[in-house]
């Protein structure tokens, strides 16, 4: 009876150990592709831009503000830059601070493609709060970007006659190179320049001609109709295009097919293909003309560290590669950053991929064509003006660039560089800071006399931050439905293949034992 007890007794934690060995088994399948499988299609399901959904009502209405801070660089010895040539003593007013809010006009959704497209205005008030005693009334005196320009894009010839129409073109507080202008006027509002007027006479009449045709590429540049679309007057202010008009008609991909593909611009106007970059003597043009990326509003999950996002930004007209830097935290949630690389806009000549942004079509401070020392891109296909782009303060830029001028403070990329923190299960962008600045190069001019004395510069107008930091109501909310979901899930997930694996342990234990009894 003993040895049938004993055998018995065998036999049962063979049988016990066979099942939870199984059990163990099913557990590790259930661990690594079932609760994966089950994680992925949840969050996949909470992604995609279908009609009708949270997510797609989120898309058409950004529900947080992006708040846009200026920072406009104020120079303090103009008199002695004209008369004497003296190096520019600058002085960083701001941030003037804005609240953006972005709509999306929906326009058509393709289920054969899986796309839909869309147009996105923005809504943009003065934050008096965030902006503390800074007002849209402060002035602040600026090199003129508008008399600049007319001497820069007009033929030898051709400025000898808009010269002498100056005072008629421009009014006289702004007909000088270096102007006090209020913030709200040089930011959106403009001033008005080439009036129509009976009093121009003939001669100057042409020089309005020329300038309105000139002007015509300039997204910076208003133009004021009457009612039979008679052009009255032209209006300049640095960012009045983001407040007049939608950026542009976008394509994007829903999602709904391939989760990889969310967001991605198939199409921008219509096209695959931009027309802003490249020379015949470009080696890839098509790299810097191809439309994709993503607008930076929304991105695909799973995102892993070896992952590369491209932004296509309006503002500048190009993409913008960012990759992993480091895991961080944002309030209590686990994220990547991704940040720029330093040779974001290299030159041309030591990085052949960026050798197509290379255009040419701004002089440099020598009035030659030039693709710039790195840290500078010719943004003049994006503008229709003369506009440098860099990074604030010449962050990754030519050393030069910062000793020809005093009053900046030393880069930081803490402060100035472009950054993106993403929750990586998700793709939920949680933070991003896009940080540019905008130059233009000034030195003498050919045939006008106010500019013979002016030192050669990159001349920094102004900097912007555009950024976005997801209120702790909505990290509350998507912590609640999947931040937390998912920490539980993995979490229950190891919980079981620990008890699993340890009853399997101890079912054999006391098999071994009962073998050796």
């Known amino acids: ?65 992006i708040i846009l801070k200026i920072f406009l660089y104020h120079v303090k010895n103009p008199d002695e830059i004209v008369a004497d040539g003296a190096k520019p003593i600058l002085e960083e007013r701001g941030p003037y601070c804005y609240k953006q809010n972005i709509h999306k006009n929906i326009l058509s959704t393709n289920s054969t493609e899986d796309t839909v497209t869309f147009e996105r205005t923005f809504n943009t008030t003065y934050d008096q709060e965030a902006s503390g005693n800074l007002t849209e009334d402060d002035k602040i005196v600026i090199l003129n970007p508008v008399i600049l320009t007319l001497f820069k894009i007009t033929s030898v010839v ?22 006090e202008v209020d913030i709200r006027t040089i930011m959106f509002e403009g001033f008005a320049f080439a009036k129509l007027s009976n009093d121009l006479g003939p001669a100057c009449n042409i020089v309005r001609n020329q300038v309105l045709l000139k002007t015509l590429p300039m997204k910076n540049v208003q133009r ?44 921008w106007n219509d096209e695959s293909e931009l027309s802003f970059w490249g020379r015949i003597q470009s080696t890839n043009n098509d790299t810097c003309n191809k439309v994709r990326g993503s607008d930076s509003t929304i991105y695909p999950p799973h995102v892993t560290k070896t992952r590369t996002f491209d932004i296509y930004s309006t503002d500048i007209c190009r993409i913008v590669q960012i990759s992993f830097q480091t895991t961080d935290t944002y309030s209590g949630i686990d994220a990547y950053r991704f940040g720029i690389t330093k040779d974001t806009f290299r030159s041309a000549t030591p990085n052949p991929e960026n050798d197509c942004y290379c255009i040419q079509q701004s002089t440099d401070v020598d009035g030659e064509p030039s693709c710039f020392l790195d840290g ?24 030069s660039y910062v000793d020809a001028i005093d009053g900046l403070s030393p880069p930081d ?20 800071m896009k940080r540019v600045q905008l130059n233009t190069a000034m030195m003498p001019i050919k045939y006008i006399p106010a500019t013979s004395n002016l030192s050669k510069v990159i001349m920094p107008m102004l900097w912007l931050e555009e950024g976005v930091s997801l209120p702790q109501n909505l990290i509350d909310e998507l912590s609640s439905k999947y931040f937390n979901v998912v920490k539980i899930v993995t979490g229950v997930m ?13 079912s054999s234990g006391f098999l071994m034992r009962k073998n050796y009894c």
């Open 413 to 432: 990329p803490d402060i100035h560089e472009l950054f993106l923190l993403i929750e990586p299960n998700t793709g939920t962008p949680l933070q991003g």
């Open 1 to 65: 009876m003993l040895a049938c007890s004993r055998f018995f007794s065998v036999k049962v934690l063979c049988v016990f150990t066979a099942v939870l060995t199984i059990i163990f088994a099913g557990v590790l399948v259930l661990a690594f592709y079932g609760v994966p499988v089950i994680i992925d299609k949840t969050i996949q399901n909470s992604v995609q831009l279908d009609d009708g959904t949270i997510q797609w009502d989120r898309f058409v209405d950004l529900p947080v503000d």
């Open 158 to 179: 051709e400025r000898f006659v808009v010269l002498g129409c100056l005072d008629r073109i421009l009014p006289e507080q702004y007909n000088k190179l270096f102007i």
């Open 224 to 267: 004021i109709l009457d009612e039979e679309g008679v052009i009255t007057e032209l209006r300049f202010a640095f960012l009045q295009y983001k407040i007049r008009y939608p950026d542009g008609k976008y394509t994007v991909n829903r999602g709904l097919d391939d989760i990889t593909k969310l967001g991605q611009i198939i199409r």
């Open 376 to 399: 500078v891109l010719d943004v003049f296909p994006c503008f229709g003006a003369p506009i440098l782009l860099s990074f604030p303060h010449f962050l990754y830029a030519d050393e």
């Open 494 to 506: 190891y919980g079981l293949i620990a008890v699993a694996a340890a009853s399997v342990l101890i």
